[in-house]
């Protein structure tokens, strides 16, 4: 079973990738999904989890189906995880 931390911070680092690749800021977020700025960088950083609700949302604003906001989420080995994590906080 996967710690519940290392997921949150491999979707914060999910929300993140996709909200770059459409070249957007967090605020710009906030406005394309009705979510609060501080809630979707929470979100990012791994500090909040995600409820339906907002995954939701997220989903409608990014114009994308719920699977692909997910996917690989669950995918890396734990030493992967915390890899990705320690290079962000690096950057």
Not at 23 to 28: A, D, E, I, K, V
Not at 49 to 58: C, G, N, P, V
């Amino acid at each position: 079973m996967q710690d519940p931390i290392i997921v949150r911070k491999r979707m914060g680092d999910r929300i993140r990738f996709l909200r770059e690749r459409k070249g957007w800021s967090q605020h710009r977020l906030a406005q394309e999904t009705g979510l609060g700025v501080r809630y979707t960088g929470s979100l990012e950083r791994g500090e909040a989890a995600i409820s339906i609700d907002s995954m939701k949302k997220l989903c409608d604003g990014l114009e994308m189906p719920m699977s692909e906001l997910v996917q690989g989420v669950d995918d890396l080995s734990p030493a992967k995880a915390i890899q990705v994590t320690t290079t962000r906080k690096a950057q």
